[in-house]
């Protein structure tokens, strides 16, 4: 039975800082505020699942959970480590390292790490190596990926070097009513963004999908993203229309 608060582990350390790269600004920052934190508990998630705060917190399994800020894996020859972190929210910092027994898989001989946090823009994605569509929202500022391979999208910030992991149905509801699509078959299964029928990104050209996301973080409130949209023309190998002068 572990005692709480305490401070982190060196391990604990090391591995949350596998995905906080030391050469982006936000990452920095993130790192610096994990370092000042203390481990109040475990969430609502199981033992895997901790809590940072600040030592005189009291910790509740009420508190909401919020979008995922930096996630990765690392793989060895005795397992697998799955590592994620969440935003901080009132001062709280969650995050999860799977499995429980990890410190004995980290014994084992590594052969492959990867994360969302150190892909930058012209990347193959993180984890299958494939192809990224990239949707540009501000040039220079900020571009949109998507991955069919991970299901997964994200949003790439160069000043800080952030790249913020968007929840796929939040973003997909969004795309529908923007669309105006009713039909429950294609507008309640976000899963089929990333499928190969109705409903997939590729039926969607670059600018609805970043108005899609303009209009996704209006609502939410979550980035300091204050273009409004103008098409323009420019090449791009995949022939894809960007957009947002910056």
Known sequence: MENFPRKLKEL???LLFSILPSDKPGYINYRKKIENKYVLGAGRFG?????LGNKEEELSIYDPSSTIFAAGSIIYDEGKIEISINEEIDNRIEFDISPKDYELVFKGKEIKRWNYSEWIPGQKSPKEKSNVRE??????RHILALSDEEKRIWLHESESGINH????SNY???????KNIRDPKIALKPNLFFGKGLGKHSDYSDT???????????YLRKLNIKEEPIITKTKSKRKFLNFFKG
Not at 47 to 51: A, G, K, Y
Not at 208 to 218: A, D, Q, V
């Open 208 to 218: 609805e999908l970043g108005n899609t996301f303009i209009s996704y973080n209006k």
């Open 47 to 51: 033992e895997t699942n901790l809590i």
């Open 172 to 178: 997909y509801n969004q795309l529908m009513i923007e």
């Open 12 to 14: 604990e350390k090391e």
């Open 165 to 168: 992991l968007i929840p796929l």
């Open 135 to 140: 949707v540009i929202i501000s040039p220079g």
